[in-house]
């Protein structure tokens, strides 16, 4: 059954940039065909206010926080910019890294959008503790469009000397749960881990 979104709609609209949102039929936003296609064909017939207001203020800010709460929707709200953007202007792995507080969540958004990015032609791959020997070199020899992992994994990411230079290419972080994160030593490590990539990739 087609999915119109995760949660009913808000008492109050949301604003991007002062423009009232509301849900919307997918046909009627504005987003490129391609994407419009592969989010009808995994289900999609809506976008709820969260994810509308991200995609219009993503064509104008560089950096967004989402605040929203469980099962809204943030994770199409958080990546849907991101494929609108590699769709228009290209972007060559590792082009977007997303950074969850845990490995379930990991698995979690590996498996809501692995589908839709496979749908356009890109690549979505996981990347923390567990992850096996195979996979692992699977990705350093072929990196992801999109790599998901969690903050203790990133700092090895940075100075492997294959994934290195893929790491060259990201234009987009995602950090997901950000709350769980920011008030611990682990938030420290993260900060310094995208300090260290943002010198490394300065887009």
Do not use: C
């Not at 039929?25 to 987003?31: E, N, P």
């Not at 699977?138 to 230079?165: C, G, N, W």
């Amino acid at each position: 059954m087609p999915r119109k979104s995760l949660l009913p709609a808000p008492p109050k609209p949301l604003h991007a940039r002062g423009v009232a949102v509301t849900w919307q039929a997918l046909s009627g936003v504005d987003l490129d065909a391609r994407l419009k296609e592969a989010l009808r064909r995994l289900g999609y017939s809506h976008l709820n206010p969260l994810q509308l207001a991200s995609l219009r203020s993503a064509r104008i800010y560089e950096n967004l926080l989402l605040v929203a709460p469980t099962g809204s929707g943030k994770t199409e709200a958080a990546l849907l910019p991101v494929l609108e953007s590699l769709l228009r202007d290209g972007g060559a792995p590792i082009a977007a890294l997303y950074v969850t507080p845990l490995r379930a969540l990991n698995r979690d958004v590996y498996y809501r959008m692995k589908e839709l990015f496979e749908a356009l032609g890109y690549s979505a791959e996981i990347r923390h503790g567990d992850t096996p020997q195979s996979a692992r070199r699977r990705i350093a020899e072929k990196p992801p469009h999109l790599l998901i992992t969690t903050p203790e994994p990133l700092q090895f990411l940075l100075v492997d000397k294959k994934l290195r230079p893929a790491l060259r290419n990201t234009r987009w972080v995602v950090v997901d749960e950000l709350h769980e994160l920011i008030d611990d030593k682990r938030g420290v490590q993260l900060t310094l881990a995208l300090e260290r990539l943002r010198l490394l990739s300065p887009r």
